[in-house]
């Protein structure tokens, strides 16, 4: 397996592990900045290394008013978290 690979899902597993011991009203908060930037360049990694699936990957996090001025995207953790499960399984296919 390629080793840019094995970061990327060593990176979504590591989301995923710390948001299933997050509190269920954690998981309602919106995904800091940082965060959703990190996970939208995990998404890119993923597009550009397995292009037929750009037409079934997740969507990209945005930040927009009001939540633009909190440094928040406009989705929950709850939301990552699912993503972040979508993506694995997807990743888990293509080997």
Known sequence: MDDRIQVIRTKLTSIKSTLEKASEQRKKDHVSYHTGEDYNAILEAIAAEYPKLNG????????????????Q???????????????LNLLALQD
């Open 56 to 71: 079934l990957l997740p969507p990209k996090m945005i930040s927009s008013p009001p939540y633009i001025r909190a440094r």
């Open 73 to 87: 995207m406009n989705v929950t953790y709850l939301d990552l978290e699912i993503f972040c499960e979508q993506l």
